[in-house]
């Protein structure tokens, strides 16, 4: 009898395919003696991925058991789970996903076999007559990247009654799958929600209801991610932005246009204003630009040429014309910028300079309009409108190592500050199809980069010819309070840029020469920082970035004078401080403090009044009663200055 890949390395329930001679395959493929035969188990990435495709077949077969006039779209794995298109007559309820869920269950219970099937062009056409969209799919709508048809040859996968060896339902898929059904835990699956796409993401094809679903190795790490989602939702920032009255997108403004009420407004003045001293005190210069400009600039810096799919459209002025209507005098184009560094460029052309100057450092809060399609603008996280922390350094080459590693060290610093300390880096390299540059100062900055990021000490991924063309990149990626990877600073290499420009400096030799520029943005954007840090911190920010510090909260009206003198003394001391001088009930105010997520309440009544006194309430519940005023006030002076969480 033949050997298959399930008898080399199959039997353990955790192994769901195997890679035959480096490419995954069914456990049921036919090796032989020479065949490289490993197993994958469903803890690795690939073994998951499997997983929760072999679960998107249980759920479509489901569904057509459920709703037979359901056509068939596509079902791939996704990051967490998986999904599976279709085109019925009206959308799912989540009723409806509930009996689906279910009849899953069944499905998985039955222990049916995944039996592969190869079949020629015209024998799938004739099976699948009534699912027209995987006849676009045969017909090679869609590309080689859809699942369904991506191999060499079609197949299809026939669903098998383990006891019967009856065929219960069938795909069009390339596979691989899970053996049988039963590898799926029945346990540690889920729908999650329904919602409407169109057939392959193009908006101009057909609108199909798509179901989303997770399916996991075990129960316990289904309820692990459920737990975690439960908190993400928590911590959504767009929700946190609402409830504490932070920033919002007003509809007559436009998508992706965040205005900032004034308790956003504190939070992101307190972060510029540090990031602004942090900067002045590391050499950087500080410089302005304008929103607009004509289109001119951007054709030299070719972000005209291959990016212009990500600005706004041009607004043309300055254009004269007759009576008649005639152009008299041609005016411009002018575009809204979507970065910042020709501008930056024109100041460092704007007379000649000297080695002497370099490294030149120049600094702006620079806003920026980006094109973003409506269908990814999410919140602050990917928004139309943002301003970045943005800088250009122009150096020599031989200062490039000292300023890359000074660079690299201030970053982290800076993010260690704002409360971030989950790091590891990331350092793209030479593309060697599409760059720009010579070899040697590609391998030079590549190196560069390298060592400064080892002498961190932080775990450093390559990431294989993945820098633009025009030169390597370091991206800090902070993880933060649920483990969750955010891409934050960059530090980009830039050899195009100067070129473009034609940058010069005169060397102390005299001769001329072409300055390094480096890109970086440390927030990356205001806004996006903004958002991370508000869900890192679940809305409850430390005392130094908290919109306000402290709630003076007195116990009945005949104290209010008393927590006014005191709030005033902490407002001379330049805390943020609010009193609660309405009719609610202490046990109310303490309620509506802590909601707002304010860090500490200071409580009086009779006792502390008399003794020059207030009671701390600190965010953890825990209480400190009769502290005298100055002790108070040097305590929320501290802990605001020491930028520590409380
Ligand atoms: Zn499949
Ligand atoms: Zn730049």
Same mark, same amino acid.
């Given at each position: 009898?033949?050997?298959?890949?399930?008898?080399?390395?199959?039997?353990?329930?955790?192994? =769901?395919?195997?890679?035959?001679?480096?490419?995954?395959?069914?456990?049921?493929?036919?090796?032989?003696?020479?065949? =490289?035969?490993?197993?994958?188990?469903?803890?690795?990435?690939?073994?998951?991925?499997?997983?929760?495709?072999?679960?998107?077949?249980?759920?479509?077969?489901?569904?057509?058991?459920?709703?037979?006039?359901?056509?068939?779209?596509?079902?791939?794995?996704?990051?967490?789970?998986?999904?599976?298109?279709?085109?019925?007559?009206?959308?799912?309820?989540?009723?409806? #996903?509930?009996?689906?869920?279910?009849?899953?269950?069944?499905?998985?219970?039955?222990?049916?076999?995944?039996?592969?099937?190869?079949?020629?062009?015209?024998?799938?056409?004739?099976?699948?007559?009534?699912?027209?969209?995987?006849?676009?799919?045969?017909?090679?709508?869609?590309?080689?990247?859809?699942?369904?048809?991506?191999?060499?040859?079609?197949?299809?996968?026939?669903?098998?009654?383990?006891?019967?060896?009856?065929?219960?339902?069938?795909?069009?898929?390339?596979?691989?799958?899970?053996?049988?059904?039963?590898? %799926?835990?029945?346990?540690?699956?889920?729908?999650?929600?329904?919602?409407?796409?169109?057939?392959?993401?193009?908006?101009?094809?057909?609108?199909?209801?798509?179901?989303?679903?997770?399916?996991?190795?075990?129960?316990?790490?289904?309820?692990?991610?459920?737990?975690?989602?439960?908190?993400?939702?928590?911590?959504?920032?767009?929700?946190?932005?609402?409830?504490?009255?932070?920033?919002?997108?007003?509809?007559?403004?436009?998508?992706?246009?965040?205005?900032?009420?004034?308790?956003?407004?504190?939070?992101?003045?307190?972060?510029?204003?540090?990031?602004?001293?942090?900067?002045?005190?590391?050499?950087?210069?500080?410089?302005?630009?304008?929103?607009?400009?004509?289109?001119?600039?951007?054709?030299?810096?070719?972000?005209?040429?291959?990016?212009?799919?990500?600005?706004?459209?041009?607004?043309?002025?300055?254009?004269?014309?007759?009576?008649?209507?005639?152009?008299?005098?041609?005016?411009?184009?002018?575009?809204?910028?979507?970065?910042?560094?020709?501008?930056?460029?024109?100041?460092?052309?704007?007379?000649?300079?000297?080695?002497?100057?370099?490294? #030149?450092?120049?600094?702006?809060?620079?806003? $920026?309009?980006?094109?973003?399609?409506?269908?990814?603008?999410?919140?602050?996280?990917?928004?139309?409108?943002?301003?970045?922390?943005?800088?250009?350094?122009?150096?020599?080459?031989?200062?490039?190592?000292?300023?890359?590693?000074?660079?690299?060290?201030?970053?982290?610093?800076?993010?260690?500050?704002?409360?971030?300390?989950?790091?590891?880096?990331?350092?793209?390299?030479?593309?060697?199809?599409?760059?720009?540059?010579?070899?040697?100062?590609?391998?030079?900055?590549?190196?560069?980069?390298?060592?400064?990021?080892?002498?961190?000490?932080?775990?450093?991924?390559?990431?294989?010819?993945?820098?633009?063309?025009?030169?390597?990149?370091?991206?800090?990626?902070?993880?933060?309070?649920?483990?969750?990877?955010?891409?934050?600073?960059?530090?980009?290499?830039?050899?195009?840029?100067?070129?473009?420009?034609?940058?010069?400096?005169?060397?102390?030799?005299?001769?001329?020469?072409?300055?390094?520029?480096?890109?970086?943005?440390?927030?990356?954007?205001?806004?996006?920082?903004?958002?991370?840090?508000?869900?890192?911190?679940?809305?409850?920010?430390?005392?130094?970035?908290?919109?306000?510090?402290?709630?003076? %909260?007195?116990?009945?009206?005949?104290?209010?004078?008393?927590?006014?003198?005191?709030?005033?003394?902490?407002?001379?001391?330049?805390?943020? $401080?609010?009193?609660?001088?309405?009719?609610?009930?202490?046990?109310?105010?303490?309620?509506?403090?802590?909601?707002?997520?304010?860090?500490?309440?200071?409580?009086?009544?009779?006792?502390?009044?008399?003794?020059?006194?207030?009671?701390?309430?600190?965010?953890?519940?825990?209480?400190?009663?009769?502290?005298?005023?100055?002790?108070? %006030?040097?305590?929320?002076?501290a802990s605001v200055d020491s930028r520590i969480q409380v």
């Open positions: 009898m033949a050997t298959t890949a399930f008898d080399r390395v199959g039997g353990d329930k955790s192994v =769901v395919v195997a890679r035959v001679n480096g490419e995954l395959k069914d456990l049921s493929t036919i090796v032989s003696d020479s065949d =490289v035969v490993e197993p994958v188990t469903v803890d690795t990435p690939e073994g998951l991925a499997v997983l929760r495709h072999s679960t998107a077949h249980v759920l479509a077969q489901a569904v057509q058991d459920t709703f037979p006039d359901a056509k068939l779209g596509i079902g791939p794995p996704i990051k967490d789970g998986f999904y599976y298109d279709f085109s019925v007559d009206t959308p799912f309820t989540p009723e409806d #996903l509930e009996v689906l869920e279910k009849r899953m269950v069944a499905i998985i219970k039955a222990g049916q076999r995944f039996s592969r099937r190869v079949v020629d062009e015209a024998e799938a056409v004739a099976e699948l007559a009534g699912e027209p969209f995987k006849l676009r799919l045969i017909g090679s709508e869609g590309g080689a990247d859809v699942m369904e048809v991506g191999g060499a040859e079609l197949t299809i996968y026939d669903n098998v009654d383990a006891k019967t060896g009856e065929r219960c339902w069938g795909d069009l898929c390339r596979g691989p799958h899970v053996p049988d059904t039963r590898y %799926i835990p029945q346990n540690a699956i889920k729908l999650m929600r329904t919602a409407a796409a169109y057939w392959l993401g193009d908006q101009k094809n057909e609108q199909l209801q798509r179901v989303y679903g997770t399916a996991w190795p075990s129960k316990e790490d289904l309820k692990a991610y459920l737990t975690f989602l439960e908190e993400a939702e928590r911590r959504d920032h767009r929700r946190l932005g609402a409830e504490l009255d932070l920033f919002s997108f007003p509809d007559e403004i436009g998508s992706g246009l965040a205005v900032f009420h004034p308790k956003g407004g504190v939070i992101r003045r307190v972060m510029e204003d540090y990031s602004r001293k942090r900067h002045d005190e590391a050499g950087y210069e500080f410089v302005n630009t304008p929103h607009i400009t004509k289109g001119a600039l951007f054709e030299k810096s070719q972000h005209l040429n291959w990016y212009s799919e990500g600005m706004y459209p041009p607004m043309q002025l300055d254009t004269e014309y007759d009576a008649e209507g005639n152009v008299r005098k041609q005016g411009a184009d002018y575009y809204l910028k979507p970065m910042n560094c020709p501008m930056h460029n024109l100041i460092f052309d704007a007379r000649g300079r000297s080695y002497r100057e370099l490294p #030149l450092r120049l600094f702006e809060f620079g806003t $920026v309009y980006r094109y973003e399609k409506s269908g990814v603008v999410q919140g602050l996280t990917r928004a139309r409108g943002f301003t970045q922390d943005d800088a250009h350094i122009y150096c020599t080459k031989e200062q490039m190592p000292t300023e890359l590693d000074g660079l690299l060290t201030f970053v982290l610093d800076l993010l260690r500050d704002y409360g971030l300390n989950d790091f590891y880096l990331e350092l793209s390299t030479r593309d060697p199809e599409k760059s720009v540059g010579s070899d040697e100062i590609w391998a030079e900055a590549t190196e560069t980069l390298r060592i400064a990021a080892e002498k961190q000490g932080l775990e450093l991924v390559l990431d294989e010819g993945g820098a633009a063309f025009y030169g390597p990149k370091i991206s800090v990626q902070a993880k933060d309070a649920i483990g969750r990877t955010w891409q934050m600073s960059t530090i980009q290499v830039d050899f195009n840029l100067p070129e473009l420009f034609d940058l010069q400096y005169q060397a102390s030799d005299g001769t001329r020469q072409r300055p390094v520029m480096i890109h970086r943005a440390l927030f990356g954007s205001i806004e996006r920082f903004f958002a991370v840090l508000l869900e890192h911190y679940a809305g409850a920010f430390p005392p130094w970035l908290a919109p306000v510090q402290v709630i003076g %909260i007195p116990i009945t009206e005949a104290h209010n004078e008393y927590m006014y003198d005191v709030a005033g003394k902490l407002r001379a001391a330049g805390i943020r $401080v609010e009193v609660d001088s309405s009719d609610d009930r202490m046990q109310k105010k303490i309620r509506t403090a802590q909601k707002s997520k304010v860090p500490y309440m200071l409580i009086a009544g009779d006792e502390d009044a008399q003794a020059g006194a207030v009671s701390f309430r600190y965010r953890d519940g825990t209480q400190k009663n009769g502290v005298p005023i100055d002790e108070a %006030i040097a305590e929320i002076v």
